[in-house]
């Protein structure tokens, strides 16, 4: 167990509809990273937040925000989803902002119908 | 951007033998290298890294090397065991920006 946690587990959704995705980073850590994870295209970086701010971002669509609460959790807004949407989504934390030592939460399965 | 070549993409080793999995990277100013591993149905975990300034570093069975000139570093695992099977990522973080890129991952099956 990694200390990061993740809600909900499981997530089935119609296309064009909107979700949120809600990460715990483990106790101390200050930065959230958010990815998405599908057979294709690997482990792709989406966005980081260090501290409430927006840290770092990566590939991550448009149509996709995060934002990062002063209790350190963070959400991960997906809206007016597709089909290419589906996958793994993992939220990881680390103490720092230099995105070493990672821990990574169980991730989030996301299905878009 | 950074980014991270790894193979191969599946590797079958028996029980006991080892396995070496090898990654290169393109930003020559990158300078940390992680190794995740990640079990079905789990989310990735960091089992060894190395920085820029160090050339090889161990840790029981699990051992990594690193090229700089080359820009390519390798997981090695010896004595192989059957929980060792799983999905095994290389990552690179460019020392610029900060971001981690991943490589493709490399399906590790040990056979008892």
């Known amino acids: 167990d990694s200390g990061v946690t993740q809600t909900p587990k499981h997530l089935i959704t119609a296309t064009g509809q909107r979700v949120t995705l809600r990460c715990s980073p483990r106790s101390g850590d200050l930065s959230v990273y958010w990815y998405q994870q599908s057979l294709d295209q690997g482990l792709q970086f989406l966005i980081q937040y260090y501290n409430g701010e927006e840290r770092a971002k990566g590939n991550i669509l448009e149509r996709f925000s995060a934002q990062q609460f002063p209790d350190l959790h963070s959400e991960l807004n997906l809206s007016s989803l597709e089909l290419g949407d589906s996958a793994l989504y993992f939220c990881a934390s680390s103490v720092g902002a230099d995105q070493e030592t990672q821990y990574f939460g169980p991730g989030t399965r996301l299905l878009v119908l | ?112």
Do not use: M
């Not at chain 2, 789990?42 to 190395?50: A, F, H, N």
């Open chain 2, 1 to 112: 951007g950074e980014n991270v070549e790894q193979h191969p993409s599946t590797l079958s080793v028996q029980e006991g033998d080892s396995a070496v999995i090898k990654c290169t990277y393109s930003d020559s100013a990158s300078n940390y290298f992680p190794w995740y591993k990640q079990e079905l149905g789990k989310g990735p975990q960091l089992i060894i890294d190395i920085r820029s300034n160090v050339g090889e570093k161990k840790d029981q069975r699990i051992a990594v090397t690193l090229n700089k000139t080359a820009k390519h570093f390798s997981l090695h695992i010896t004595e192989t065991q059957p929980e060792d099977s799983a999905v095994y990522f290389c990552a690179a973080r460019a020392r610029i920006h900060q971001k981690v890129t991943f490589g493709i991952g490399t399906k590790l099956q040990v056979i008892p």
